[in-house]
């Protein structure tokens, strides 16, 4: 395939997450704690509070799976290692916020 590249994964690799903390910030302020607002759950939750910044990119990451599977069912392998390289700078971030909240 002609848009198999190791650019095209890591670009959406680092990209899905976004859509991935999203609809976890989505599922937070309208399930979880349903008197919160998006706004708040954004500013202050998750910028302004380090204890809550490496969770919640954690569960943000997730999203990456299901375009991984996605990469894998569509015979991209170089996709996927994009994938698996952005998950990696991912997790490079997560363990510096991490350490930054101890």
Do not use: C, E
């Amino acid at each position: 395939m002609p848009s198999d590249s190791l650019r095209l994964g890591l670009i959406t690799g680092l990209l899905v997450p976004f859509l991935g903390f999203v609809i976890y910030a989505t599922m937070y302020v309208t399930g979880i704690r349903p008197h919160l607002t998006f706004p708040y759950f954004v500013n202050d939750l998750f910028l302004g509070t380090r204890t809550y910044q490496s969770p919640v990119l954690s569960i943000s990451l997730i999203a990456n799976l299901p375009l991984f599977f996605w990469y894998d069912r569509k015979d991209m392998p170089l996709a996927m290692r994009g994938v698996i390289f952005a998950s990696f700078i991912y997790a490079a971030i997560i363990v510096v916020l991490w350490f930054l909240a101890l």
